[in-house]
């Protein structure tokens, strides 16, 4: 028996949202935490994002508020990047643990619906009324979107890589790396005339 649409949605999200719990394996506090881009991409915070905006996308949007505070009352005069780092007083246990209950409450969210439940995203004004399979698709990309960010977070901290822990998705041990990054300096170089 295949899957219905929905439980190809959730199957495909879950994935994703293991893959960015994983990134956080190993990693210090500091490591975790510190803005690894100009505007401050960090792994925890990335984490912490898609714990806040998933409340949001399965919980307001279909009438099932997350029992949790999340954003606060008047988001109009909030830092808009409040979701996107974690303060000293907050644990990556903290984080983590919202992260999961997040899941639990989207879980009721799929059990009560179907792909043409209707709910509506209020920041969204335009285009309020959406359905449930437009609302997983978009959280699909969302989080394989900033589960990209991760990647390149983590590699920059430590050079650790892949996709899953169970299949990385990344050529085997012993790969010259060294050797495949000066090709594809050299074609760069080619490309922009500089050699």
């Not at 803005?35 to 898609?50: A, I, Q």
């Not at 394989?144 to 650790?160: K, N, P, S, T, Y």
Request: proline share 6%; hydrophobic share 40%.
């Amino acid at each position: 028996m295949s899957d219905t649409p929905i439980e190809t949605l959730v199957r495909y999200l879950q994935t994703l949202r293991d893959a960015v719990l994983w990134k956080l394996d190993g990693l210090s506090e500091y490591d975790a935490r510190r803005p690894m881009t100009p505007t401050g991409t960090n792994v925890l915070g990335v984490v912490k994002h898609l714990a806040y905006v998933e409340a949001g996308y399965f919980g307001e949007t279909f009438g099932r508020p997350f029992p949790e505070p999340t954003y606060p009352a008047d988001v109009e005069t909030m830092d808009h990047n409040l979701d996107m780092w974690a303060t000293a007083e907050e644990s990556r246990a903290d984080i983590v643990g919202l992260y999961r209950r997040v899941w639990a409450h989207a879980a009721d969210t799929f059990a009560a619906g179907d792909v043409d439940t209707v709910g509506r995203v209020p920041w969204w004004p335009e285009r309020s009324e959406v359905t449930l399979h437009q609302i997983l698709v978009h959280m699909c990309v969302e989080t394989a979107r900033h589960a990209g960010q991760i990647d390149i977070v983590r590699e920059l901290i430590d050079q650790r890589t892949g996709m899953r822990p169970d299949a990385t998705n990344m050529p085997e041990d012993g790969y010259d790396w060294a050797g495949y990054v000066a090709r594809v300096e050299a074609a760069a170089q080619a490309a922009a005339g500089e050699i």
